[in-house]
């Protein structure tokens, strides 16, 4: 469904996007993740052919980008994080203005915008204006814009940022059965349980380079161990994280200076949790608590980055 070839894209003097490529399968639900600042948005938008490229190819279903641009455009709805609707016109007039961009026209319009008020679960609100609904609602209309032309690839970027419980639940559930009915989405989040939940793959990217690529079981196998030390402590000094950074051969130790933690990542965590525990009190370090978790996708984030995915 989507080839992205050793794509790359400088603003000025800086590389935002470094040689990235990967591929996703039509029917496919593809996470793509990384911090702040690391090239996604960039990535996504050259995808949607809304920046260009000055290296390398996408291909949306084996048609160029740049060769075909309002061609692929037609098959690709996305879902941007800002909410894209006009406030004082109804749900229904919104869907049935992005209908109409896409090309829908008379009673083919209306018919689907019924059948997308359906899918996102506000039937009963079409009438009503946008100014009038929660923050969540909107989301949802949001993401029923992008639907509109029935697209072959949906991209959504942060669709659940600041909503309530019940309407992110929603979002997932949709997202999901449009999914196992065959659509191919991509799909980026702060949330990594999103991610988890909803993705077959997924491709991390930190600096503008993709870093990882592959299942989670294929990315959580890339891990030190099963099993990691998490330690909190009252106040991490730079003297301190300086200090620990040296502590054991075949030890990985992350430090969140903010919040007072400590991850450490070795083949056997059991073996050395003593030893971390000396090593922090001889620094003077007042432990909270020290707990031996299980590695996950977000472990794995944090071991490559050094950053959570909400840094």
Known sequence: ?????????????????KNVSFTIEKGESFGLLGPNGAGKS????MICGLVSYDHGEVLVGSQSVKQFPLLIKKKIGVVPQ??????????????????????LTGTEAKKRVEEVLEIVGLKD?????????SGGMKRRINIGAALMH?????????????????SRNHILETVKALNEKGMTIIYTSHYMEEVEFLCNRVGIIDHGEVIALGTKTELCSRLAGSSFIQMKVESLSDEAMLALKKFGENTQIIFQQEEGIIEVFAPNPQEVIGSIITS???????IESVEINEANLETLFLQLTGRTLRD
């Open 150 to 166: 029935e697209p072959e690839l949906l991209i959504m970027d942060e669709p659940t940022v600041g909503i309530d419980p019940q």
């Open 82 to 103: 800002e909410i894209a609707l006009y406030p004082t016109m109804s749900a229904r007039d919104n869907l049935l203005f992005w209908g109409k961009m896409y090309g």
């Open 280 to 286: 922090a009190v001889h620094l003077g370090l007042k």
């Open 1 to 17: 469904m989507l080839e992205v070839k050793e794509l790359k894209k400088s603003y000025g003097k800086k590389e935002v996007v």
């Open 42 to 45: 960039t990535t996504i938008s």
């Open 125 to 133: 609100r079409g009438k009503d204006r946008i100014e009038t609904f």
